[in-house]
């Protein structure tokens, strides 16, 4: 009776092995074939469309800034149309205003005909206006700071960049009329 009960239970034993087998080899499958249509078929989220507008202050007037408000910046290094000089540790200083498609104008001061994009050689794109890149300041920390206005670095001077497309030097003040 032993040997009986032996064989069927045995029987069982292959069965369910077997069995268990195939499904963790379709559930394996599965995945394998659910990974690779999730990463065939999910594209990278584009990014925002870049959106520049202008500030203004007292000191400095009408300058560009960008989407959130806050002020960007050209370097004299750089050149109108020949892209940016500013890599490494001063792109740490001075991030570039990056964008995958071509920015808008967020109000009727900034003239959208402007505006444009530079390849860069880290591959990303650029935002420029007039052929000046441009960039934030990492000391602006406030929509509307323009601490990076007049800085010498990086072999330098750093500016606000107005809508006209020029730079901006801080407005001599008018002394009380003698």
Request: hydrophobic letters at 30%; aromatic letters at 8%; glycine letters at 10%.
């Amino acid at each position: 009776m032993r040997r009986t009960l032996l064989l069927p239970t045995l029987l069982l034993v292959l069965v369910a092995c077997a069995q268990r087998n195939e499904n963790t080899a379709t559930t394996e499958t599965a995945a394998t074939d659910t990974a690779a249509t999730s990463s065939s078929s999910t594209s990278t989220v584009p990014s925002p469309p870049v959106v520049i507008m202008t500030g203004s202050s007292p000191e400095y007037a009408v300058y560009l800034a960008d989407g959130t408000g806050h002020s960007l910046y050209i370097f004299m290094k750089d050149k109108p149309g020949q892209g940016s000089n500013c890599y490494g540790e001063c792109a740490n200083d001075w991030p570039p205003l990056l964008a995958s498609s071509q920015p808008s104008a967020g109000n009727a001061t900034v003239d959208g005909s402007k505006l444009g994009v530079v390849d860069r050689t880290d591959g990303t794109r650029q935002v420029t206006y007039s052929g000046w890149p441009l960039y934030r300041y990492s000391e602006d920390e406030s929509a509307g700071d323009t601490r990076g206005e007049g800085v010498t670095e990086f072999g330098g001077e750093w500016y606000l960049i107005s809508a006209a497309g020029t730079k901006i030097e801080k407005r001599e003040s008018k002394g009380a009329p003698s």
